[in-house]
C-alpha cells in the first residue's frame, strides 16, 4: 500500500499530537501529588478570583508566629469552590469562626492547566480541639 504525501502529513501529524499528548500525561503523573503536609493558622481570607472563563478561590492562612513578628501567610487554593463541597463548607464555617484550624494539602508542581497561580491544593480542613471562640470586641 502506498502513502501519498497527504496521507503522510496526516500521520506526522497525529503521531505530534500522540506524542504531545504522552509527554503532558507522563508530565501530570510526575508532578501530581508531588508532596502532601498540613498547616495550622487562622483563616485570613477567602476571595474567588479570576476571569469569567476561568475562577478560581485564593485562601490565606496566618500561621502563628511568637507574635512579634508579622504571621507568615500560606496562599493554597482547592479544586472544586462550589458550596457543595464539604471542604468548601468546613473554610467558610472557620473564617466565619476565626478559630485555628489545620489544613491538610496537596502540592502539585508546574500544572499550566489551571487557573490558580497556588500549587497548593486544600484536601481536608481540622478543626484544633479546644480552641475558644474569639471574644467580641465592644
Known sequence: MKVGTKGKLI???????????GWQGIRYWWYHGYSIGERTGILRKMSVKGNPICKYLEGELALSGNGIA???????????HSDANPVMKDLRAAERDGTRITLHYRQDLKSWYRCTPHEYFITSVEKMPGTPAPTPKP
Open 11 to 21: 500521520l506526522a501529524a497525529v503521531a505530534f499530537v500522540g506524542l504531545l499528548a
Open 70 to 80: 508579622q504571621p507568615e501567610i500560606f496562599q493554597f487554593s482547592i479544586d472544586d
